[in-house]
């Protein structure tokens, strides 16, 4: 099946430094992304749509001048969480759909990335 | 949107014992997939399901798209089944899953 990477698959900061976490379709292409949240024994909340070659959709309530999203390619899609707070410690997953026939269906997700910000 | 429900939020099994999960949403999808979370974090993909039956090895799944609904089945259940199962639905692949709240399931020796 569809291979998604992430990477790092865990980062510890300080308060108010920046952290880029990368999101890798492995072998397929993928002009759209996901990005989602999951704090402690919560269930996942979509935050963004990356979308390769234009801007990325927020959800209502994620600060896009924070959560900073680039798709550069059809193979990769970066999130970067500016000037982090304590508040912005959580896992974080990308996922992609594959394609099967030339259409749309399974979503593939990469392992995570646990960002604890100190 | 659409609201996915789960039940039951927890689960707790003998090992060996069998169970069935359910998933019930709201609105008519095109994508539908159960999932494992292990203790990492990982999500596991258990089915693509967004109709009918599907088995592989102790799990299987069914959708019935037309009453919104889906159910896994876990049979005689091992210690390593432990661990969150979600379901989540879209209304395509192309758009984003929405996920529900999960159960939580413990399976004890």
């Known amino acids: 099946g569809a291979v998604v990477s992430q990477h790092p698959s865990r980062v510890i900061c300080k308060s108010g430094t920046s952290v880029k976490i990368e999101c890798r379709s492995l072998?397929?292409?993928?002009?759209?992304m996901f990005w989602y949240r999951q704090f402690p024994k919560k269930s996942l909340m979509l935050m963004a749509t990356s979308n390769e070659g234009s801007k990325a959709t927020y959800e209502q309530g994620v600060e896009k001048d924070k959560f900073l999203i680039n798709h550069a390619s059809l193979t990769l899609s970066t999130l970067t969480v500016t000037s982090a707070h304590p508040e912005d410690s959580s896992f974080y997953i990308c996922?992609?759909?594959?394609?099967?026939?030339?259409?749309?269906?399974?979503?593939?997700f990469g392992p995570g990335t646990r960002l604890t910000v100190l | 949107g659409i609201q996915v429900e789960q039940s039951p939020p927890d689960l707790i099994l003998q090992e060996g014992a069998n169970s069935t999960l359910r998933c019930n949403f709201s609105?008519?999808?095109?994508?539908l997939q159960w999932f494992h979370q292990n203790p990492w974090g990982q999500l596991i993909n258990l089915f693509y399901i967004p109709s009918g039956t599907k088995q592989n090895g102790r799990l299987s799944a069914t959708t019935v798209a037309t009453e919104r609904y889906s159910l896994l089945y876990i049979s005689s259940s091992q210690t390593t089944d432990s661990g969150v199962y979600f379901c989540a639905v879209a209304y395509s692949g192309n758009t984003p899953l929405v996920f529900g709240k999960g159960t939580r399931l413990s399976v004890i020796a």
């Open positions: 996922s992609a759909p594959g394609l099967a026939g030339g259409v749309a269906d399974t979503q593939y």
């Open positions: 072998d397929f292409q993928a002009t759209t």
């Open positions: 609105d008519s999808v095109n994508n």
